[in-house]
């Protein structure tokens, strides 16, 4: 199969998402995969849907909204993760079936205690049984980085000859040297007799920082398909970052003579979103999105940057998305202004709720005076995350601390639609004596795992941003919280990881109510 294009194959809410510290919300991830239908990726993989209910719901809401992507699940080789995989995917304009097995010596003896015949075996049925629903079916041979090329030869056209469209290669323990990996997918290429029938894709984990550079060996030795994530997020060190690959090519045209479909100016946009939403910060380092990608601090370096960009610029902040001026707006704007800044960041109505937006606009404005277009951004991602029907939110809190002596607080909630409110006296500080009387109120035993202070936006006029992860009943819960003070924040964070909690509590009685009935 011929491609002048590289495939995109992004797969931050599958390989991405199952690496995150607390899982996102079905909402969470139909924003992420707006944005990567708006970035332009190809195939979007999002979930793995014999895993968990929530997977199943999640594939499926976004296999239903997703109208110009290939929506893609990921499955085991087995005939139950494909028949799974294919209902949750069925809705979807376009879909794709991923199955994929171990074929490293390690892999197949230590963990499916199998012998590399029965491996075969499994790939060709499991690819036989996708294609009954659709006639796009990737394979993967999981651990190839480690396996023989022979086996991986054998297995790849066997599968092919199954009915596999694509064929992944994935260096799954992120091992390969750049060299080396290009020279197993040159060895696909051409000792695989039936390869013309598929695509090959490449799937780099960044264990040694070789996820990019390998992806763009394979793509120079003949691969067509780079899988990849936002921001490289993924399994431990993580993998591909989408934004390195896609800008690396566009930047060395006269390298690779191959393009990418990706709208390179919404990289910005989603890698700010899948940051917040994901509870990942960027490093300020990382290449192409990081907060410094395009700072020049050196004097030398300035003074040539002012003589002629290219001298230290090889790519520019615009190519991304990234926008210089800050626009701001005050308490004195109306909505349509509101609007209109969101549209000029990128963002469509139908992606935030307005009113809500307008309303928290207003307050922030009548507390800060002005509000600048990150200001408005940070709201919007904000609403993003909070849930349409919270059951408890924050009415009022003051809080006192004095060197030396305990911290206290007041906290008055509405929970169900009534008023509670609290006394906390004995906190290590003011936020702690925030906490204790939020959870005085709902009663509610979690661990606190993480707590998390970053300032939104510039200088002294930024938000506070608090992202806390805390484990209940074995299940760890996500909440942020955005204001103008810290302490504020953090109860907005408690607040929004307790109304995850109540939601997940929620869906486990209708599950519990409909096995009794
Ligand atoms: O890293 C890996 O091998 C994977 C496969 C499931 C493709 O994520
Ligand atoms: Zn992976």
């Known amino acids: 199969?011929?491609?002048?294009?590289?495939?995109?194959?992004?797969?931050?809410?599958?390989?991405?998402?199952?690496?995150?510290?607390?899982?996102?919300?079905?909402?969470?991830?139909?924003?992420?995969?707006?944005?990567?239908?708006?970035?332009?990726?190809?195939?979007?993989?999002?979930?793995?849907?014999?895993?968990?209910?929530?997977?199943?719901?999640?594939?499926?809401?976004?296999?239903?909204?997703?109208?110009?992507?290939?929506?893609?699940?990921?499955?085991?080789?087995?005939?139950?993760?494909?028949?799974?995989?294919?209902?949750?995917?069925?809705?979807?304009?376009?879909?794709?079936?991923h199955t994929f097995i171990a074929t490293s010596a390690l892999h197949v003896e230590a963990k499916l205690k199998?012998?590399?015949?029965?491996?075969?075996?499994?790939?060709?049925?499991?690819?036989?049984?996708?294609?009954?629903?659709?006639?796009?079916?990737e394979f993967s041979c999981e651990d190839a980085g480690r396996t023989g090329v022979d086996n991986i030869c054998r297995v790849v056209e066997a599968a092919i000859k199954a009915g596999a469209t694509t064929v992944n290669i994935p260096d799954t323990v992120g091992y390969c040297l750049p060299m080396e990996y290009g020279n197993i997918i040159a060895n696909v290429m051409n000792r695989v007799p039936?390869?013309?029938?598929?695509?090959?894709?490449?799937?780099?984990?960044?264990?040694?920082?070789?996820?990019?550079?390998?992806?763009?060996?394979?793509?120079?030795?003949?691969?067509?398909?780079?899988?990849?994530?936002?921001?490289?997020?993924?399994?431990?060190?993580?993998?591909?970052?989408?934004?390195?690959?896609?800008?690396?090519?566009?930047?060395?045209?006269?390298?690779?003579a191959i393009d990418t479909r990706i709208n390179t100016k919404e990289?910005?946009?989603?890698?700010?979103?899948?940051?917040?939403?994901?509870?990942?910060?960027?490093?300020?380092?990382?290449?192409?999105?990081?907060?410094?990608?395009?700072?020049?601090?050196?004097?030398?370096?300035?003074?040539?940057?002012?003589?002629?960009?290219?001298?230290?610029?090889?790519?520019?902040?615009?190519?991304?998305?990234?926008?210089?001026?800050?626009l701001n707006l005050t308490a004195r704007s109306g909505r349509a202004a509101v609007k209109n800044h969101m549209e000029a960041m990128g963002y469509q109505e139908s992606e935030y709720d307005l009113d809500k937006l307008y309303t928290a606009f207003l307050t922030l404005a009548d507390?800060?005076?002005?509000?600048?277009?990150?200001?408005?951004?940070?709201?919007?991602?904000?609403?993003?995350?909070?849930?349409d029907e919270d059951r408890l939110h924050l009415d009022v809190i003051t809080s006192q601390m004095m060197s030396h002596l305990p911290a206290s607080a007041f906290v008055q909630v509405e929970l169900d639609g009534k008023k509670y409110s609290e006394v906390s006296n004995g906190g290590n500080g003011p936020v702690d004596a925030v906490f204790n009387a939020i959870l005085k109120i709902t009663q509610i035993d979690l661990v606190m795992l993480n707590y998390n202070l970053t300032a939104k936006g510039e200088g002294a006029e930024a938000l506070g941003q608090v992202d806390i992860v805390v484990e209940h009943s074995g299940r760890r819960f996500h909440g942020v919280g955005l204001a103008t003070d810290i302490v504020e924040a953090s109860a907005r964070a408690l607040i929004h990881a307790i109304n995850a909690i109540y939601r997940s509590q929620q869906v486990a009685d209708i599950k519990s109510s409909k096995v009794a009935n």
Request: charged share 25%; glycine share 6%; proline share 2%.
């Open 367 to 387: 507390k800060k005076g002005q509000v600048f277009d990150y200001d408005l951004e940070a709201l919007a991602f904000i609403d993003m995350q909070q849930g």
């Open 1 to 97: 199969m011929r491609t002048d294009q590289v495939i995109i194959f992004d797969t931050t809410l599958r390989d991405g998402e199952q690496a995150l510290k607390a899982s996102l919300t079905v909402k969470e991830k139909l924003q992420i995969a707006f944005a990567l239908e708006r970035l332009g990726v190809d195939v979007m993989e999002v979930g793995f849907p014999v895993s968990s209910r929530g997977d199943f719901e999640s594939v499926q809401t976004i296999a239903k909204h997703i109208k110009n992507s290939r929506v893609c699940g990921l499955s085991r080789a087995i005939d139950k993760d494909i028949d799974v995989a294919a209902e949750a995917l069925r809705v979807a304009e376009a879909f794709r079936i």
């Open 267 to 326: 990289i910005h946009r989603v890698s700010q979103m899948v940051s917040q939403l994901c509870n990942m910060p960027i490093q300020p380092n990382k290449a192409i999105v990081g907060s410094n990608a395009f700072a020049h601090s050196s004097g030398i370096h300035q003074d040539g940057m002012v003589k002629n960009k290219n001298t230290y610029e090889i790519l520019s902040p615009e190519s991304i998305g990234l926008k210089k001026e800050k």
């Open 114 to 137: 199998k012998t590399f015949d029965d491996v075969v075996d499994m790939a060709i049925n499991a690819v036989k049984r996708a294609r009954r629903y659709t006639d796009d079916v």
């Open 194 to 256: 039936n390869i013309d029938k598929a695509i090959v894709s490449v799937h780099c984990h960044n264990d040694l920082g070789m996820a990019t550079a390998n992806s763009l060996t394979a793509i120079q030795n003949g691969a067509r398909q780079i899988e990849c994530t936002i921001n490289g997020i993924g399994e431990r060190a993580g993998n591909t970052a989408l934004e390195e690959v896609v800008m690396a090519i566009k930047t060395r045209q006269d390298l690779f």
